[in-house]
């Protein structure tokens, strides 16, 4: 089964620097999905940056991209200019390539202060 | 931009009583999911459905736990006896397909059940 950790369960940055927050996988399968998604204090959970294990570059999506370590099988999210807004709970999730109906695995999750 | 729609925001119930959850997915997506959140915790797979079964459900999903896809539309999770462990976030979520654009969840607002 796979597994997803974040080790972080609390950052804080603040406004207009970059933070960087971790997130770890475990799986033997060679092709696979992962994502970052955001949880703000109204609860809902909103995508952030997704990846396709096979793709070599990092996606980027405006102020946030990710740093994909396939073998070392890592995943971090650097979100740059932090603002306020991006004050939430983050999560890191893996999804298997192989099962179209398959479940989405999530880490505990990191919740991101941002310090005006 | 379409999204999932979850009623009702917010359900109390007492112990032993039924209720039932409802989604209306995204019309074009195929894949149907219910996750928890117990308050503060990680997100947690309860069950998958596609073309109209079960495709996948967790140790949580027991005999209490059924759903159902009525009308083509609306998507419930339906709790036969609720228990007091049973309070959580109910988040219903689904996704189109599994392709290089096209596995993220998305997700609803999440209805939020409280069993006292």
């Known amino acids: 089964a796979q597994t997803v950790t974040q080790s972080q369960p609390e950052m804080s940055v603040q406004e207009a620097e970059t933070v960087t927050l971790s997130c770890t996988y475990d799986?033997?399968?060679?092709?696979?999905?992962l994502f970052w998604y955001k949880q703000p204090p109204s609860r809902q959970m909103i995508l952030v940056i997704r990846?396709?294990?096979?793709?070599?570059q990092n996606a980027t999506e405006n102020r946030f991209s990710v740093n994909f370590q396939k073998a070392a099988k890592s995943f971090s999210l650097k979100i740059s200019d932090s603002q306020l807004g991006d004050a939430a709970m983050y999560f890191c999730?893996?999804?298997?390539?192989?099962?179209?109906?398959?479940?989405?695995?999530f880490g505990d999750g990191t919740t991101l202060t941002v310090k005006p | 931009e379409p999204e999932v729609t979850q009623t009702p925001s917010h359900q109390v119930t007492q112990m032993g009583q039924e209720v039932i959850l409802r989604c209306v997915p995204i019309?074009?997506?195929?894949?149907f999911y219910w996750y928890r959140q117990i308050l503060g915790q990680k997100v947690e797979f309860l069950v998958s459905?596609?073309?109209?079964?079960?495709?996948?459900k967790s140790e949580i999903f027991d005999d209490q736990f059924s759903v159902e896809r009525p009308d083509g539309s609306n998507f419930t999770l339906k709790i036969r006896s609720t228990k007091l462990e049973d309070s959580a976030m109910y988040f219903c979520?689904?996704?189109?397909?599994?392709?290089?654009?096209?596995?993220?969840?998305?997700f609803g607002n999440g209805t939020r059940l409280t069993v006292t």
């Open positions: 990846q396709e294990a096979y793709k070599q």
């Open positions: 019309s074009n997506h195929l894949y």
């Open positions: 999730a893996y999804r298997s390539a192989f099962n179209n109906a398959g479940k989405s695995t």
């Open positions: 799986t033997s399968e060679s092709d696979y999905y």
């Open positions: 459905f596609y073309n109209n079964e079960i495709s996948e």
């Open positions: 979520a689904s996704s189109e397909r599994l392709g290089a654009d096209n596995s993220p969840l998305h």
